[in-house]
């Protein structure tokens, strides 16, 4: 294994995610912070207001907490954390102080 900062299993929908042999996948650095902040507003339960809300100034209201949620992530550089709407949803990014932009769905 490289050199990393941070490691973690890799979860997707809820569960560990496995290689051809059945082993846990480590991710590590910008997508393990990508990982950490996902958790971190699914646990706060600002992603299913956001799904729940029809205004759109609560939307917004919703939108900047979850971004101020990302910038107490001490990984991360304040004030450039933005949400982007787009086809398939909308897409948080961010910048680190170490590895660069991380960027997850919402």
């Not at 051809?20 to 912070?33: Q, S």
């Not at 902040?37 to 809300?53: D, Y």
Request: one cysteine or more; aromatic letters at 6%; charged letters at 25%.
């Amino acid at each position: 294994m490289t050199n990393s900062v941070y490691r973690d299993l890799w979860i997707e929908n809820g569960d560990v995610v496995l290689d051809a042999g059945r082993n846990p996948i480590i991710i590590t650095d910008a997508a393990c912070i990508a990982q950490d902040i996902k958790h971190a507003i699914l646990e706060s339960g600002l992603a299913v207001e956001l799904v729940a809300e029809r205004s759109p100034t609560e939307i917004s209201d919703i939108e900047y907490r979850i971004i101020m949620l990302a910038e107490m992530d001490i990984r991360i550089v304040p004030g450039t954390a933005e949400i982007t709407l787009l086809e398939d949803g909308r897409l948080l990014s961010a910048s680190t102080y170490e590895f660069g932009d991380v960027k997850t769905w919402l």
